[in-house]
């Protein structure tokens, strides 16, 4: 054993560790390069990332469809200009545009937009991909891969291969929460579906989806669902998860990842920023893991209201891994408050983040605060050890952060870990 560090250079271990450890990001909204105009990169995408337009819309006169006529840049200045120049820019989201900037080397003191631009112009997009996984200290990500989304699914039958920094997720979206739509798909693409997920529907649905675990090697299936999501539910989405995902999933020795309580489209207007949260019931989820012992649950919840059960439920379910502050609860105080829950229920059994980064450069900001908070709370607990007379040892933290970014996911899905 290595000799136990003095408790007050905890703190300072705990950063050092927290800092060089790198990450595998297990939910994003990012693509390859090849996926070519699919990955978003850039300040004026980074300025019009939907968390900010939501921000955005309460500050200006502007109508939503006069916002969504302008060009990209239009709309970035625009953003620019209200956000950062009319007022302090002191949201999350705002930070992280920051927070990127300033990273890159660039002065944000001069709020000059303009040269800003000037720098992602002069990048090339392959070595600035490398160059953003190795600020934002990335090993891999994974993606979501939606194959509903016309603009992916060429890309994926032209022969699209995973590699090790850009992994897939099959993700499922349509098919649970919109039968008859995606049965109207299955159909176009000559499954023989008639729509009343019969028998006959049901094996094309599990045939589909054996198809695209084929194409894709996604490291999970997974699906985002209302805050009224129930189970088990006489439902299209409750049939089709116990006669087609469950089965499929468990063949394919696949998690399932389960990320509820997202109200979408409360204001259709704001496009992708429309969606908002609901508190939803967690004993869906202990229902899923009792009724499916075999199969393995991934879990991430938008309200912050459920977190405190989701852990417990966790702590009664082996086949259930927690993981990220997801998207209204991705913000330092709430992420700081569940990650300190989550070690006080969960130990080290879970994932604490994710990115969900949907613009390239955002995984520097996102993996920056992520870190910072981390860190403050791993502190608080392995100090809390040391007073009990514990030898805390740079080696154990070590294994322990492995495991927090990449490790315990990697485990808990059975794949080679790093
Ligand atoms: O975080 C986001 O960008 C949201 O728009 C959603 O995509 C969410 O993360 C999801 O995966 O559904
Ligand atoms: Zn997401």
């Not at 995973?162 to 299955?186: I, T, V």
């Not at 869906?284 to 991934?298: I, Q, S, T, Y």
């Not at 259930?320 to 829950?341: A, D, M, Y």
Request: with cysteine.
């Amino acid at each position: 054993m290595t000799q136990p560090i003095e408790l007050d250079k905890i703190r300072n271990v705990v950063n050092e560790v927290v800092e060089g450890t790198p990450i595998f990001d297990i939910h994003t909204h990012l693509y390859a390069p090849g996926f070519d105009r699919l990955l978003l990169w850039g300040v004026d995408e980074m300025l019009t990332y939907h968390y900010l337009l939501a921000e955005f819309f309460r500050t200006t006169p502007m109508s939503y469809d006069q916002f969504w006529a302008m060009d990209r840049p239009a709309q970035a200045d625009a953003v620019w200009k209200q956000l950062f120049i009319e007022r302090s820019p002191l949201s999350e989201a705002c930070r992280g545009v920051l927070t990127v900037l300033a990273e890159f080397g660039l002065d944000v003191s001069t709020r000059d937009l303009t040269s800003f631009r000037r720098h992602f112009a002069q990048q090339s997009l392959e070595k600035h991909v490398e160059t953003v996984f190795a600020h934002a200290h990335i090993r891999s990500l994974i993606m979501t891969n939606d194959p509903f989304d016309d603009q992916e699914r060429p890309i994926w039958e032209g022969g699209w291969k995973p590699d090790a920094q850009f992994q897939s997720a099959l993700r499922l979206d349509q098919l649970l929460n919109d039968w008859p739509e995606a049965a109207q798909k299955l159909a176009g693409w000559g499954y023989k579906i008639n729509g009343d997920l019969g028998e006959g529907d049901r094996q094309a649905v599990r045939c589909f989806l054996r198809n695209w675990i084929e194409r894709m090697q996604p490291r999970y299936l997974g699906v985002s669902l209302p805050p009224t999501f129930t189970y088990p539910d006489s439902s299209y989405c409750g049939q089709i998860i116990e006669h087609c995902l469950m089965p499929v999933a468990h063949d394919a020795d696949l998690p399932v990842a389960l990320m509820i309580g997202v109200r979408r489209g409360v204001n259709p207007a704001m496009r992708l920023a429309a969606d908002a949260v609901g508190k939803a019931d967690v004993t869906a989820v202990d229902h899923l893991c009792r009724a499916f012992p075999e199969n393995r649950f991934l879990a991430t919840m938008l309200s912050r209201e459920n977190q405190h059960e989701l852990c417990v439920s966790a702590r009664k379910h082996p086949n259930l891994h927690v993981f990220g502050c997801w998207w209204f609860v991705n913000v330092p105080s709430i992420v700081e408050e569940i990650t300190r829950e989550r070690f006080e229920l969960l130990g080290l059994t879970y994932t604490p983040q994710h990115s969900d980064a949907r613009v390239l450069e955002q995984l520097i900001y996102k993996w920056s605060h992520t870190r910072t908070r981390i860190a403050r709370v791993l502190s608080d607990k392995y100090t809390d050890l040391a007073h009990t007379g514990w030898p805390v040892t740079r080696e154990d933290i070590g294994r322990d952060v492995e495991g927090l970014f990449g490790g315990n996911f990697e485990q808990f899905c059975r794949l080679p870990t790093m």
